[in-house]
């Protein structure tokens, strides 16, 4: 009796704890918090590079450029390449080509269609009823006149968007790090006593 009242007792204080484990747990999305420490893991990137705000932000306009533009896979290298012709931040140029992931894909490519309709006239608008006849290359090749107007747009767009917003960030960030530092203390001057001639000598 007294075994069996002793393996209920425990039961009962794991059930206790799994409860009160369920009762303190943070509601939210464990997708949220990651992409929210990947935003700060990208910022501190960016603001922590050792270069000139300008060519930092440049570095991220011209990445955020080639990521929303169709490079086929070789954005990456393209940034590289023309950071470090025109000699802007490399690092940066990397971290801005991420901006174009598999979460934001669909809003810049749908986003991309809505720009270029709006700018091309109305028989050369991408809609669903031209991939619906059967003729989908035909169909594809005529979207693709539009789609790009309207991707170039956006991502031009965005690029010079980014480029603000980092050279902003950059130039705040270290502003306050100048801010916190504490400034470096004068040495105390020590005052050379005046030299006394010795008696009956020059001095």
Not at 11 to 31: H, I, S, T, V, W
Not at 129 to 135: I, W
Not at 137 to 166: C, D, E, K, Q, R
């Amino acid at each position: 009796m007294h075994a069996a009242g002793e393996q209920a007792f425990q039961r009962d204080a794991k059930l206790e704890n799994f409860m009160a484990g369920r009762k303190n747990k943070q509601p939210g999305y464990p997708g949220r918090e990651r992409v929210r420490r990947w935003g700060r893991y990208i910022y501190l990137r960016l603001v922590r590079q050792n270069d000139a705000p300008d060519k930092v932000a440049k570095g991220v306009g011209l990445g955020v450029f080639i990521g929303i533009f169709p490079t086929f896979g070789v954005g990456t290298i393209l940034a590289i390449f023309i950071a470090s012709w025109a000699k802007w931040n490399r690092a940066s140029a990397v971290l801005g080509t991420f901006i174009m992931n598999p979460l934001f894909n669909p809003f810049f490519m749908s986003l991309s269609v809505v720009v270029g309709n709006f700018f091309v006239p109305e028989g050369s608008r991408i809609s669903v009823e031209m991939f619906r006849n059967g003729k989908l290359w035909h169909a594809f090749l005529h979207a693709i006149p539009t789609y790009m107007l309207g991707n170039f747009l956006v991502s031009t767009f965005f690029a010079t968007l980014a480029y603000g917003l980092t050279l902003g960030a950059v130039r705040e960030y270290r502003r306050r790090r100048a801010e916190a530092r504490p400034a470096a203390v004068p040495a105390p001057r020590t005052e050379k006593a005046p030299s006394v001639p010795p008696p009956g000598g020059r001095p």
